[in-house]
T-cell receptor, first 114, second 115 residues
Framework: GQQVMQIPQYQHVQEGEDFTTYCNSS?????IQWYKQRPGGHPVFLIQ?????EVKKQKRLTFQFGEAKKNSSLHITATQTTDVGTYFC??????????????FGQGTILTVHP | GAGVSQSPSNKVTEKGKDVELRCDPI?????LYWYRQRLGQGLEFLIY????????KSGLPSDRFSAERTGESVSTLTIQRTQQEDSAVYLC?????????????FGPGTRLTVL
């Protein structure tokens, strides 16, 4: 079945440093979404990428979808303590039984030291 | 408007007992998803519904797990003869339509503890 690898598993940064998490699939994706889960909370949607090579920005967050639609990244510039949480990518396969559902990566746990 | 709600928020049960978890999706959302999240882990897909049909049940861990949805609304996830390894947070999500999956809205989850 669909597998999505996400790295790193953990990232500790000082406030003001940048942060990047990467997501890779062995198969071509239809689209990829990113979610943030605060400690003790539930995942909250951040963004969806659909087009090959797509780049989207939300304030200090930059999301990219690879040209081959097999990988994606989330980059946070100048982290703040409010960025703390787990960031998940969630991929939808291009067809077959993987269409219609999301496969989540294992998540990257971000801690920010003030 | 109301978001996705789940009940109970916490459930403690004894090994071997059956439990039923409920999810109320956002009104008008035709797609509904169940996930399991063990402590410190990612989201494990269990099942999803498009309307009242479940096109993909591949994530259900064993035949002790079942789910149903009625009226294109409420869904229940039933775990029979619970085991300690079933302890986890069970998350429900809904989205406007299945097929091309859009934004999923998650409920607060049900924390299940099997003693």
């Amino acid at each position: 079945g669909q597998q999505v690898m996400q790295i790193p598993q953990y990232q500790h940064v000082q406030e003001g440093e940048d942060f990047t998490t990467y997501c890779n699939s062995s198969t071509t994706l239809s689209n990829i979404q990113w979610y943030k889960q605060r400690p003790g909370g539930h995942p909250v949607f951040l963004i969806q990428l659909v087009k090959s090579g797509e780049v989207k920005k939300q304030k200090r967050l930059t999301f990219q979808f690879g040209e081959a639609k097999k990988n994606s990244s989330l980059h946070i510039t100048a982290t703040q303590t409010t960025d703390v949480g787990t960031y998940f990518c969630a991929a939808q396969g291009a067809g077959g039984t993987s269409y219609g559902k999301l496969t989540f990566g294992q998540g990257t746990i971000l801690t920010v030291h003030p | 408007g109301a978001g996705v709600s789940q009940s109970p928020s916490n459930k403690v049960t004894e090994k071997g007992k059956d439990v039923e978890l409920r999810c109320d999706p956002i009104s008008g959302h035709t797609a509904l998803y169940w996930y399991r999240q063990r402590l410190g882990q990612g989201l494990e897909f269990l099942i999803y519904f498009q309307g009242n049909s479940a096109p993909d049940k591949s994530g259900l861990p064993s035949d002790r797990f079942s789910a149903e949805r009625t009226g294109e609304s409420v869904s229940t996830l039933t775990i029979q003869r619970t085991q300690q390894e079933d302890s986890a947070v069970y998350l429900c999500a809904s989205s406007f339509s299945g097929g091309a999956v859009g934004e999923q809205f998650f409920g607060p989850g049900t924390r299940l503890t099997v003693l």
